[in-house]
């Protein structure tokens, strides 16, 4: 709420998609922090499954418009009607599955290929709680995420471990300025006399 007298805080939109293989905890991580709700038993998405969730970040609220994609191999083709547009991506993978990390590397470089310019990507490893049963060693990750650009965090959606943190570094991460707002016509500059060319 606004103090009397100052002006109302700025709201922003941000599209944002979950992309990563089938089981490595997408929705999980996606009802994490929107609800700070787990299920032990998770159905497959279908298709995708959209939610919202905003945050209070300096000056202004930003309100992240999250797809959580399906991870099935059959719904791959749909990914970049999901991606499209969008200001940010989590890659998830799960640090108990090798193939779930080649999977999302795949993501990572489809995102560099046809995601919109300046796209703010971050890669997700996803079970920490299960670390005895590690099959992805942080330190290769890290090294990856380093030569890509991209943002790295290790999280637990089930033990609640890093999530926030992950949507929390994703919206520092985002242009200060919507740029949506740069598309719209300023009427002002039209409505400025044409200075005049001559005297008398």
């Known amino acids: 709420m606004s103090l009397p007298g100052s002006a109302p805080m700025a709201e922003r939109q941000f599209k944002l998609v979950l992309l990563g293989n089938m089981n490595v905890g997408k929705t999980s991580m996606a009802l994490r922090f929107v609800r700070n709700q787990f299920f032990e038993y998770q159905d497959n998405t279908i298709g995708a499954a959209f939610l919202t969730k905003s945050l209070v970040m300096d000056d202004a609220t930003l309100k992240f418009e999250i797809w959580d994609t399906a991870g099935q191999e059959r719904f791959a083709s749909l990914a970049p009607m999901y991606y499209r547009g969008a200001a940010a991506a989590i890659v998830v993978y799960d640090i108990t599955s ?34 005895v049963k590690r099959a992805v060693q942080k330190a290769e990750v890290e090294a990856y995420a380093a030569e890509q650009g991209i943002l790295f965090f290790e999280i637990s959606a089930k033990a609640d471990i890093g999530v926030q943190q992950v949507f929390l570094g994703v919206a520092a ?28």
């Open 173 to 200: 991460a985002l242009p200060k300025e919507d740029p949506e707002a740069k598309k719209g016509l300023d009427l002002n500059s039209k409505l400025q006399p044409e200075p005049s060319a001559g005297c008398c």
């Open 98 to 131: 090798e193939e779930s990390l080649q999977v999302a590397k795949k993501w990572v470089a489809e995102l560099r290929q046809k995601g919109s310019a300046g796209m703010v990507i971050a890669l997700a490893g996803n079970k920490l709680d299960m670390e």
